[in-house]
């Protein structure tokens, strides 16, 4: 195993979360919910396999029995060792056996079923060979919200999480920026995350000068130079969940112009998070903090959603766009990282992870929101 989920979940808590998916599969109408190697079965069992395989792994959830793991046997001492285990039934499977048998045995021929997005063609293929009258629903759209809201000891980790990314921002600002590279600085970022803690690191955006005007940049050999606004975005996952924040630093002084827009983006991310309350749609998060830009001239400047969710994965549901109306629940968390790109100039993006809370938002990102000047 990977070891991405801590220790500190135990087989009951992913019982209870097996549990709440069946409700939830049969709430939307599905049959069953069948969970491929990936962030859902990590979060549901405890379980990741060791690499890649083009064999077949699937967590069988419906209600009428208890859950199912179908593995193969070779990975079946790993699944049994996996937090969640007690929770399970292991099915295993030898290789020359067919595997689509072991799991159709476990389905209704005409049912419906959830299953998540990580789950290869050819498997899901040749479950509706077998079961021609079976069909599918991608669980991300069947059941969106089923991680997004976090319990205690979620959001505790989640907090870790926030606090190494916040360390790191503390720890590149007294970092050389001018003169050396972008990539240079995007490999302190993810050497600064591992030193907090993270096991994985999933982006270190460094955008220079007129390249902090595309929202996904990440780094280049662009030479920073003095003057230059650096939009910095990093993150990845410690003990299992996610950070990512947002910075914006100055190499220098900044022009009016650019302090300006800093501020506007500033106040715009204010306006986003005092949005966050129980209740309220996830679009009024992205509507606040919007209409803050597009008052001020910038509208057009602004080109991506307000937030995403995150949790086992950096990037998941709940988003804060326009037309969700998903309504926000204490324990969701996500990112509130309006921005302005001005094409061939700079860009200024803001971003804090958000958990709902029983009377509005908390942030778990405390780095200054002003503007910081870098060497």
Known sequence: MTGRTPARFTADDYRARMERAVHAAGDAGLAGLLVAPGPDLVWLTGYEPPAATERLTL????????????????????????????????????????????????????????????????????????????????????????????????????????????????????????????????????????????????????????????????????????????????????????????????????????????????????????AVRPGAACQEVDRAARAVIADAGYGEYFIHRTGHGIGVTTHEPPYMIEGEEQPLVPGMCFSVEPGVYLPGRFGVRIEDIVTVTADGGRRLNDTTREMVMVD
Do not use: C
Not at 67 to 93: M, N, Y
Not at 118 to 135: E, F, G, R, T, V
Not at 144 to 161: F, G, I, N, S
Not at 217 to 235: A, K, P, S, T
């Open 59 to 274: 967590l069988v959830l419906t209600p009428d029995r208890d859950p199912v793991l179908v593995v193969p046997a070779l990975e079946a001492p790993d699944a049994a060792g996996a937090a969640g285990a007690p929770a399970l039934t292991l099915r295993d499977w030898t290789d020359g056996k067919d595997p689509y048998a072991a799991t159709t045995a476990l389905l209704d021929a005409d049912g419906r079923y959830g299953v998540s997005d990580n789950a290869w063609a050819l498997h899901l293929l040749n479950l509706q060979k077998a079961l021609p009258d079976s069909s599918y629903a991608s669980l991300t759209d069947a059941l969106p919200m089923l991680r997004a809201v976090k319990d205690a000891a979620e959001l505790e980790l989640m907090a870790a999480a926030g606090a190494a990314a916040d360390a790191t921002f503390e720890e590149i600002r007294g970092v050389p920026f001018a003169g050396r590279r972008e990539s240079e600085v995007g490999a302190d970022l993810a050497d600064l995350l591992r030193r907090f803690g993270h096991s994985q690191v999933d982006f270190t955006i460094v955008a220079s000068g007129p390249n902090g005007a595309n929202p996904h940049h990440e780094v280049g050999d662009r030479v920073i130079e003095h003057g230059d606004m650096v939009v910095l975005d990093f993150g990845g996952l410690k003990d299992g969940y996610g950070s990512d924040t947002s910075r914006t630093v100055h190499v220098g002084e900044p022009t009016d112009e650019e302090r300006r827009v800093h501020d506007l983006v500033r106040e715009a991310q204010e306006a986003g998070f005092r």
